[in-house]
């Protein structure tokens, strides 16, 4: 029997959770805003989990249905196989969102949901009490303009946890945000990869691991993997072939640097526990000091955007400069995050494409300066 799945995304990346959907061999992929649906089986859950790069989570869909009484909320609510999943000895919380709805108490719905799936739950297993002693399993309650989405989480925490960064500094970006940027970008792993404003490494560790063909959750784990109807056995096997597709001969040139010293001593030391510290040069230096190392490379970063007080002039000189290096090779592509709105002004150059995406909450534009292909090498 599939079962239907959701891989939330950020606003802005549904296509490239959509790629990957595909990539993974997904079945029935639909797109909607903030989210990809498609169907799969057990496996799958466990293979979206441990591959999916540039989505939040992963959700089983357990229903959707229109409500806009407490009354519809619970009989339909109640009506839904959970126990299909959720075993008498598991414990549940109920989490929720309610956007432009009738039912806008998002505690209230919350509530009614426990209580309907306990009483779905009371019926199936002919019992009046629960231990609660097993694995955990998150529903979440969303409702957006009277229509209710119920689902479980498979995740735990979110994808974009990885397992390789203990600690960030301030405003880190999120590795499935860094990870999309790669994808849409005409980077690969025989081009040359720079980040000049490299924080604590995100970037660059998140192209080593595409270019070695690293799980992003190989290091972590999920949720899921306590329930007894998935079971340790897909999660070892497919963890044993996630780590028989890394593939250690890719070497590719990856440069990443940064003004604060604290910041690349941080890179080093999650490059290394994401396996990749041996294909990225991390260096201590200003943005301005950079120099392209080679030809018909790809810069991708995520600068700092001079919203803090005082910061704002710092950050315009260092968009210049940073336009200046550019324009020092034709054969370089440039991609960069910014909140900025008249950064292309200060870079010196309109971009080729800009695509909106959101870095937290913060609404920012990723803007694309895409150079020539390398030549193709004759082959032997």
Same mark, same amino acid.
């Given at each position: 029997?599939?079962?239907?799945? +959701?891989?939330?995304?950020?606003?802005?990346? =549904?296509?490239?959770?959509?790629?990957? !959907?595909?990539?993974?061999?997904?079945?029935?992929?639909?797109?909607?805003?903030?989210?990809?649906?498609?169907?799969?089986?057990?496996?799958?859950?466990?293979?979206?989990?441990?591959?999916?790069?540039?989505?939040?989570?992963?959700?089983?869909?357990?229903?959707?249905?229109?409500?806009?009484?407490?009354?519809?909320?619970?009989?339909?609510?109640?009506?839904?196989?959970?126990?299909?999943?959720?075993?008498?000895?598991?414990?549940?919380?109920?989490?929720?969102?309610?956007?432009?709805?009738?039912?806008?108490?998002?505690?209230? !719905?919350?509530?009614?949901?426990?209580?309907?799936?306990?009483?779905?739950?009371?019926?199936?297993?002919?019992?009046?009490?629960?231990?609660?002693?097993?694995?955990?399993?998150?529903?979440?309650?969303?409702?957006?303009?009277?229509?209710?989405?119920?689902?479980?989480?498979?995740?735990?925490?979110?994808?974009?946890?990885?397992?390789?960064?203990?600690?960030?500094?301030?405003?880190?970006?999120?590795?499935?945000?860094?990870?999309?940027?790669?994808?849409?970008?005409?980077?690969?792993?025989?081009? +040359?990869?720079?980040?000049?404003? !490299?924080?604590?490494?995100?970037?660059?560790?998140?192209?080593?691991? &595409?270019?070695?063909?690293?799980?992003?959750?190989?290091?972590?784990?999920?949720?899921? =993997?306590?329930?007894?109807? +998935?079971?340790?056995?897909?999660?070892?096997?497919?963890?044993?072939?996630?780590?028989?597709?890394?593939?250690?001969?890719?070497?590719?040139?990856?440069?990443?640097?940064? +003004?604060?010293?604290?910041?690349?001593?941080?890179?080093?030391?999650?490059?290394?526990?994401?396996?990749?510290?041996? !294909?990225?040069?991390?260096?201590? %230096?200003?943005?301005?000091?950079?120099?392209?190392?080679?030809?018909?490379?790809?810069?991708?970063?995520?600068?700092?955007?001079?919203?803090?007080?005082? =910061?704002? %002039?710092?950050? =315009?000189?260092?968009?210049?400069?940073?336009?200046?290096?550019?324009?020092?090779?034709?054969?370089?592509?440039?991609? &960069?995050?910014?909140?900025?709105?008249?950064?292309?002004? &200060?870079?010196?150059?309109?971009?080729?494409?800009?695509?909106?995406?959101?870095?937290?909450?913060?609404?920012?534009?990723?803007?694309?300066?895409?150079?020539?292909?390398?030549?193709?090498?004759? %082959?032997?």
């Amino acid at each position: 029997m599939s079962i239907n799945l +959701i891989a939330t995304t950020t606003f802005g990346l =549904e296509a490239v959770v959509k790629r990957e !959907c595909q990539a993974l061999g997904f079945q029935n992929i639909k797109t909607y805003d903030g989210k990809v649906e498609f169907t799969g089986t057990e496996a799958d859950i466990v293979k979206a989990n441990l591959w999916l790069r540039c989505a939040g989570r992963v959700w089983i869909k357990m229903g959707t249905f229109r409500a806009v009484t407490f009354t519809e909320l619970f009989d339909q609510t109640k009506a839904l196989p959970w126990a299909d999943w959720i075993p008498e000895d598991g414990k549940f919380t109920v989490v929720g969102k309610s956007v432009k709805s009738t039912l806008f108490s998002v505690s209230d !719905c919350q509530a009614i949901v426990k209580k309907a799936v306990v009483e779905k739950l009371k019926q199936t297993y002919h019992t009046d009490w629960f231990d609660e002693t097993g694995a955990s399993y998150t529903i979440q309650v969303g409702i957006l303009k009277d229509v209710v989405t119920l689902a479980i989480d498979t995740s735990g925490s979110g994808l974009h946890m990885r397992g390789y960064r203990a600690n960030a500094l301030d405003a880190p970006l999120k590795e499935t945000l860094a990870s999309a940027m790669i994808q849409l970008s005409f980077w690969r792993k025989d081009r +040359i990869l720079l980040d000049p404003f !490299c924080g604590s490494g995100t970037i660059p560790i998140e192209a080593a691991m &595409l270019a070695r063909n690293i799980a992003p959750g190989i290091h972590r784990k999920f949720a899921s =993997e306590e329930w007894e109807r +998935i079971g340790s056995d897909l999660w070892k096997q497919a963890r044993k072939e996630a780590y028989q597709a890394i593939d250690y001969t890719a070497m590719p040139q990856i440069y990443g640097s940064d +003004i604060d010293p604290a910041a690349i001593a941080l890179a080093k030391e999650n490059a290394e526990k994401a396996g990749v510290d041996d !294909c990225i040069t991390f260096s201590v %230096k200003p943005c301005q000091e950079v120099t392209l190392p080679g030809k018909y490379g790809v810069l991708i970063t995520n600068p700092p955007y001079g919203e803090r007080l005082g =910061e704002l %002039k710092e950050v =315009e000189n260092m968009y210049r400069a940073l336009g200046g290096i550019m324009k020092t090779d034709n054969t370089w592509s440039t991609y &960069l995050i910014t909140s900025m709105e008249y950064f292309e002004t &200060l870079f010196g150059r309109k971009a080729d494409r800009k695509r909106k995406l959101f870095n937290g909450r913060i609404k920012t534009d990723y803007y694309q300066f895409e150079g020539p292909r390398p030549p193709k090498t004759p %082959k032997d």
